[in-house]
């Protein structure tokens, strides 16, 4: 079936640090992959997506590359600041008809000063 | 437009009572899922509904119910409560069709706390 796989956390970085959060798939066919963040307190918010393989989403210095032959979604930003510190989760969908989202487990990120 | 809404955000039952939560989605949307976060479980998927239908269900016991009434809003019941039960309930809401239609925008959830 379905899954998707993300490195484990909790993350811990200093502030201006490269972020690398790891996240793999399985599915059939192509399905939209999408990137959440949950700041504490709060529901989950859409940070950036890619629906087709080689796609790069993109937003607020994140960034996420399809890649088709790797199965891989990973999260990097170039330099983390002391709010980005939440949860983020890495998640699939095929299409959008029957089938539901599958989320992974989440990754707890901790940016220090 | 407005975002996704929750209702209420916190709540306090005790074990053996019955809960109903309600969230009302983006206009336009007609697809409402709903998910229960727990630190130890996580992210679990309870189940979807669009037009008026559900048309996915996680692995829940019965006593998890839904529905969606015809303006999109949706509703999630919750009869007998048990300590494990308490968490933090997400309310999704997406097109449910059509180009970016899978794209699911959340609301800030009901905690549900079970005495």
């Known amino acids: 079936g379905n899954s998707v796989t993300q490195m484990e956390g909790p993350v811990t970085l200093s502030e201006e640090a490269f972020l690398t959060i790891n996240c793999t798939y399985t599915a059939t066919g192509y399905p939209s992959l999408f990137w959440y963040v949950q700041y504490p307190g709060e529901g989950l918010q859409l940070l950036l997506k890619?629906?087709?393989?080689?796609d790069k989403g993109s937003n607020k210095g994140f960034e996420a590359t399809y890649r088709k032959e790797t199965t891989s979604f990973h999260l990097e930003k170039g330099s983390v600041q002391v709010s980005d510190s939440a949860v983020y989760f890495c998640?699939?969908?095929?299409?959008?008809?029957?089938?539901?989202?599958?989320f992974g487990p989440g990754t707890s990120l901790s940016v220090i000063p | 437009k407005a975002g996704v809404t929750q209702t209420p955000r916190y709540l306090i039952k005790t074990r053996g009572q019955q809960v109903t939560l309600s969230c009302s989605p983006i206009s336009g949307h007609r697809s409402v899922s709903w998910y229960q976060q727990t630190p130890g479980q996580g992210l679990q998927f309870l189940f979807e509904?669009?037009?008026?239908?559900?048309?996915n269900k996680g692995n829940f016991p019965g006593r998890f119910s839904g529905r969606q009434f015809s303006n999109s809003r949706s509703e999630m019941n919750v009869s007998t409560l048990e300590l494990g039960d308490s968490a933090l309930y997400l309310c999704a809401s997406s097109p449910g069709i059509g180009d970016g239609g899978e794209t699911q925008y959340f609301g800030p959830g009901t905690r549900l706390l079970v005495l």
């Open positions: 890619a629906t087709k393989a080689d």
């Open positions: 509904y669009f037009s008026e239908t559900q048309r």
């Open positions: 998640a699939l969908k095929r299409g959008s008809g029957y089938d539901k989202v599958i």
